[in-house]
């Protein structure tokens, strides 16, 4: 079992950055890969950022690719999300994942935290 809550979101003018962090409990986090959603209201949750379990590889998509960054702490339990050069168009819901592998598909995370919300203006 883990418990994931993220945290670090808010109000930010296009052009600045936010670190989102995401805290997990359990002894099993290390093994987990870890990956980063978005949801906007009315829309799909969609993929942002992979972290494979040793963080030793990384997949981002391509509307992040270059201004985000995924880490992770394993001794720490938790996966940050740099976010820089911030637009409107990333403001969303953004929730942390785990999975048995890095993945870009909802289906496949098992567990999943709360939310937080980052709001980007113009």
């Known amino acids: 079992q883990v418990q994931l809550v993220e945290s670090g979101g808010g109000l930010v003018q296009a052009g600045g950055s936010l670190r989102l962090s995401c805290a997990a409990s359990g002894r099993t986090f290390s093994t987990y890969g870890m990956g980063w959603f978005r949801q906007a209201p009315g829309k799909e949750r969609e993929f942002v950022a992979g972290?494979?379990?040793?963080?030793?590889?990384?997949y981002y998509a391509g509307s992040v690719k270059g201004r985000f960054t995924i880490s992770r702490d394993n001794a720490k339990n938790t996966v940050y999300l740099q976010m820089n050069s911030l637009k409107p168009e990333d403001t969303a819901e953004y929730y942390c994942g785990a999975a048995l592998l890095l993945s870009t598909t909802v289906d496949e995370y098992d567990y999943w935290g709360q939310g937080t919300q980052v709001t980007v203006s113009s």
């Open positions: 972290i494979n379990w040793s963080g030793g590889s990384t």
